[in-house]
């Protein structure tokens, strides 16, 4: 059973910077492409980020491009979102995702090429 577990969430303020976590118990982790969705109330859930399970490919949304910054580390078996430059509307539950298939150069943005997820970290940005 692989289980996801997400940190780092919190109350700030518009322009303030976050890192959230996600550590992974899976031993295999590291074949793995992961991401980053969110969800906010009322909203469908979006894609945020991800990376593939070399860290040589990564995406992201376009509302977050140059402000967020996925990475992993295999040794630990965490994937992180540096978010910077917050604002309001990335309010949200945020959740890290497994991917369903393994060692893909191209990691997918669909949320349905991803098996395991977390319980969410929740994501408030003040204005």
Do not use: H
Request: with cysteine; hydrophobic share 35%; glycine share 8%.
């Amino acid at each position: 059973q692989v289980q996801l577990i997400e940190s780092g969430g919190g109350l700030v303020q518009a322009g303030d910077s976050l890192r959230l976590s996600c550590a992974a118990s899976e031993r295999t982790w590291g074949n793995y492409a992961m991401a980053w969705f969110r969800q906010a109330p009322g909203r469908e859930r979006e894609f945020v980020a991800t990376i593939n399970w070399r860290g040589s490919s990564i995406r992201y949304a376009d509302s977050v491009k140059g402000r967020f910054t996925i990475s992993r580390d295999n040794a630990k078996n965490t994937v992180y979102l540096q978010m910077n430059s917050l604002k309001p509307e990335d309010s949200a539950d945020y959740y890290c995702a497994r991917s369903t298939g393994s060692f893909a150069l191209v990691p997918s943005m669909r949320s349905s090429d991803y098996s395991y997820w977390g319980q969410g970290t929740q994501v408030t940005v003040s204005s």
